[in-house]
Nanobody
Framework: QVQLVESGGGLVQAGGSLRLSCAASGRTFSSYTMGWFRQAPGKEREFVAA????????SYADSVKGRFTMSRDNAKNTMYLQMNTLKPEDTAVYYC?????????????????WGQGTQVTVSS
């Protein structure tokens, strides 16, 4: 099992940056594919980005490619999402997700561990 705790959300102006963090409690953090989903009010939860457990592959939604970057620090059991050039449409609750040796999936069903979410609000 692994517990996920997100942090780093907040209110920023359009064009600004934020870095989200996801801290995991499991001893085998390095064996978990990690990712981010987001959900805006009245909208379905959507895939944002993921990094393979092996660290050799990443995947990004088209809407964030070139602006968001995922990374992981296995020594700290922490995964990061660097968000640059933020847009108002990025406003959502962001959820950290994980699955043991999971694929780089884009569906919510590809992940079985979820954090509580952190709010990101981008003003125009």
């Amino acid at each position: 099992q692994v517990q996920l705790v997100e942090s780093g959300g907040g209110l920023v102006q359009a064009g600004g940056s934020l870095r989200l963090s996801c801290a995991a409690s499991g001893r085998t953090f390095s064996s978990y594919t990690m990712g981010w989903f987001r959900q805006a009010p009245g909208k379905e939860r959507e895939f944002v980005a993921a990094i393979r457990w092996s660290g050799d592959r990443t995947s990004y939604a088209d809407s964030v490619k070139g602006r968001f970057t995922m990374s992981r620090d296995n020594a700290k059991n922490t995964m990061y999402l660097q968000m640059n050039t933020l847009k108002p449409e990025d406003t959502a609750v962001y959820y950290c997700v994980a699955r043991f040796q999971g694929p780089l999936g884009t569906s919510r069903y590809d992940y079985n561990y979820w954090g509580q979410g952190t709010q990101v609000t981008v003003s125009s």
